[in-house]
């Protein structure tokens, strides 16, 4: 949500007109049907909408200034004008209801998870609706991103259990990084507008090397790999920018490790594959060696946020990236340099996963 903060602020003032300090938002049509709905389903939309204002919002947090207000009040206004968008704020919420308390016993929990697929769906079907109108216009473009990351949410959150970790993150990078063939429709004012990932990324804070001194020494050892290993294979040919992916990474743990220690939940780790970009989405998909060697890095920083807590739906993915990447690796192209040995090993001992002796010898 870092992105999606710096976007709001470029945004909001274009997009409403304020009265006495009144945000004035006006409905979409599509959000009140002519048929009244049950007092059942009033209420549980209500509680659905208490529960993104005081929880679920939390778990989309990446720490950044703003980053509250946009989640708490926003996008629930911004949600009255699009109800794909409202959709799958009330998705989001029930499937918290449904994975986010250890309370919750499993009937429960059934039940919470198919109200969040119907409100998904729905969200879905609009969403699709939304973008195949002739008169999309770059003054939406935030609101196609914010429902962007909504999606990428619920289908962590929602992983098929027969889908691999790396299937499952190729389709969440490509929600998250949008859709091709919106940029196909709508290129030069999805380049250029305040919207594009391109250009928010210019307003992410700069990476520092001292701030690497934060992290204890066994995380700040490891993750200075990825740069001996990017100089090691600097001549092959890669489809992305390395060394942007690799800072970013760093940053990554950093930013982590500062919001833990103030208690606080940081999703900033989605700004690595905002970085890297559809480029290194490919890369991914190609099974790139360098590419999966940085997104194990990136899966561990991912299973310490879930590890935390108030990344409820980020579950098992960081854990089970780390198991298949190394698996590829071994005995891969890059396998024979030490550091991605070394890098392997302390990736599956960060996650918890048993080393695998033999294999991992590189002999």
């Known amino acids: 949500m870092a992105l999606l903060v710096a976007l709001w602020e470029k945004v909001s003032m274009t997009q409403h007109h304020e009265n006495d300090g009144m945000m004035i938002v006006t409905p979409s049509p599509t959000i009140f049907s002519s048929t009244p709905p049950s007092p059942s389903h009033r209420l549980l939309e209500l509680q659905l909408m208490h529960r993104w204002s ?9 720490s950044v200034s703003n980053c509250e207000e946009l989640l ?3 996008l629930p206004q911004e949600a009255l004008s699009q109800s794909y968008l409202l959709n799958g704020i009330l998705s989001l919420a029930a499937l918290d209801m449904s994975l986010g308390d250890t309370d919750t016993d499993a009937s429960s929990a059934a039940k919470y998870r198919c109200i969040a697929l119907e409100y998904s769906n729905r969200a879905s079907i609009e969403f699709r609706s939304a973008l195949s109108q002739p008169n999309l216009n770059a003054g939406e473009l935030h609101l196609l991103y914010y429902f962007a990351t909504i999606t990428t949410v619920l289908y962590f959150a929602l992983r098929q259990p027969s889908a691999s970790a790396l299937e499952t993150l190729g389709v969440a990078m490509t929600l998250f990084l949008g859709s091709p063939r919106m940029a196909r429709s709508s290129l030069d004012w999805l380049v250029y507008s305040s919207a594009s990932l391109a250009v928010n990324l210019q307003q992410l804070p700069p990476f520092l090397p001292e701030m690497l001194d934060l ?7 490891a993750v200075m790999r990825m740069e001996v290993v990017r100089g090691l294979v600097r001549d092959r040919q890669s489809l992305y920018d390395p060394d942007k992916t690799i800072t970013q990474t760093k940053y990554g743990f950093v930013h982590d490790h500062l919001a833990s220690k103030s208690g606080a ?7 690595v594959i905002a970085v890297g970009g559809r480029e290194f989405a490919a890369a991914v998909t190609e099974r790139e060696p360098l590419a999966l060697f940085i997104l194990m890095y990136w899966a ?3 299973n310490r946020v879930g590890r935390g807590g108030g990344m409820w739906w980020v579950g098992s993915i960081g854990r089970d990236l780390v198991r298949e990447i190394s698996e590829l690796l071994i005995g891969g192209d890059i396998w024979g340099l030490k550091d991605v040995r070394e890098g392997a090993r302390w990736a599956r001992r960060d996650v918890g996963i048993r080393q695998l002796e033999m294999e991992m010898s590189g002999e």
């Open 54 to 62: 005081v929880r679920t919002w939390t778990g989309l947090n990446s």
């Open 72 to 74: 708490k009040t926003k």
């Open 215 to 221: 992290l204890d020494d066994g995380t700040r050892v």
């Open 265 to 271: 939940t940081s999703g900033y780790f989605m700004t």
């Open 300 to 302: 561990v920083l991912v």
